[in-house]
């Protein structure tokens, strides 16, 4: 339970708008929970400085936002307009609070907020809309797959290995730990072995070593849905309540959802391969791709993969380094 869901469940009983709670007092700026006169959640985040440059507030469909002066600075307000959010709203809360709290400058404060402003207004939206769709839902069914199997071989804290799983950012690398890069693909076992890369960035290595984990699956009855993995790496992660903490944001960020028929979906893991990119694997990156090219989507298969097929020792070694 993260802080924001502990004050709104310390308030309960006491849902007028003149009881509130403030989270993470030792943040640049003020955050307060508190209910509505309706009895909806509310954050009400205070910027207490002369510095604060312009900016405009997102959209959302299912949240209320109003920003207004007050002596000083700057009083956002959010108002929950639909209580079967709640969870999402205080992981959206916490998800605000701890990406800018190492932010010791207003502007560069204000700047994240932004940020991760947009990203929940889309995440939102989504959610009203089409859902996770169910290619989504195969692609983080794979890192979850993965990010369970490197828990267990305990590479590395908890805490650094939930951090090193970007995949929910939208980065080129999936995960990374210390000088290892991990990009997983998932696919389904009927189809043929390729690999389909979706960027100039995504192979290039920049001076860490990197894997690709491919992770073939096929639908079955008989076997686990992404929300039960999810389940099982968050139950791996119970000793470290920081680590949990930051799963479930990330997972939030993912757009998985219980409401979503694809989340249901069940798979077995049928294998798993693991490629290692050595000088001479067939990759594009900024380095030799022609002057103008500056993207590029590719599929990769054929003999020329299979010189680069490792071993998921030989990787988990390159880990423990």
């Not at 708008?17 to 989270?23: D, I, N, V």
């Not at 079967?84 to 400058?105: G, I, P, Q």
């Not at 889309?122 to 797959?145: M, N, T």
Request: aromatic share 8%; charged share 25%.
């Amino acid at each position: 339970m993260n802080e924001f869901e502990a004050r709104w469940q310390a308030l309960t009983g006491a849902k007028h708008e003149s009881t509130r709670l403030r989270a993470y007092p030792d943040h640049l700026f003020d955050f307060y929970v508190q209910y509505s006169g309706a009895g909806n959640r509310e954050l009400i985040l205070e910027m207490r400085s002369e510095e604060i440059p312009e900016f405009e507030l997102p959209a959302f469909r299912n949240i209320e936002i109003t920003k207004v002066l007050m002596p000083g600075g700057v009083r956002i307000a959010m108002t929950l307009l639909e209580p079967e959010l709640a969870r999402n709203f205080s992981v959206m809360c916490y998800d605000l609070a701890e990406r800018s709290k190492a932010e010791r400058t207003v502007i560069g404060a204000v700047t994240i907020l932004m940020r991760v402003f947009e990203s929940w207004a889309e995440l939102f939206k989504r959610r009203l809309d089409d859902g996770i769709s169910k290619e989504e839902v195969v692609g983080l069914f794979g890192e979850l797959l993965l990010l369970e199997d490197l828990i267990q071989e305990d590479i590395t804290s908890l805490g650094t290995l939930i951090q090193g799983w970007r995949g929910p950012h939208g980065d080129a690398r999936d995960i990374g730990v210390g000088g290892v890069r991990m990009e997983v693909k998932t696919q389904r076992s009927t189809g043929s072995m390729q690999l389909r890369i979706s960027s100039l960035e995504q192979l290039n290595d920049r001076g860490d070593s990197v894997f690709i984990v491919l992770q073939r699956i096929s639908a079955s009855d008989k076997g686990r849905s992404v929300l039960e993995v999810a389940q099982a790496v968050q139950g791996l992660l119970s000793t470290s309540p920081l680590a949990t903490l930051e799963f479930e944001r990330k997972i939030a960020l993912t757009g998985m959802d219980e409401g979503s028929s694809h989340c249901h979906d069940r798979y077995d893991s049928d294998e798993r391969v693991v490629y290692s990119i050595l000088e001479g694997f067939p990759r594009l990156v900024p380095e030799n791709v022609p002057n103008g090219v500056v993207a590029a989507q590719y599929e990769i298969a054929g003999p020329s993969l299979e010189a680069f097929r490792s071993t998921w020792s030989v990787l988990i070694e390159a880990a423990h380094a």
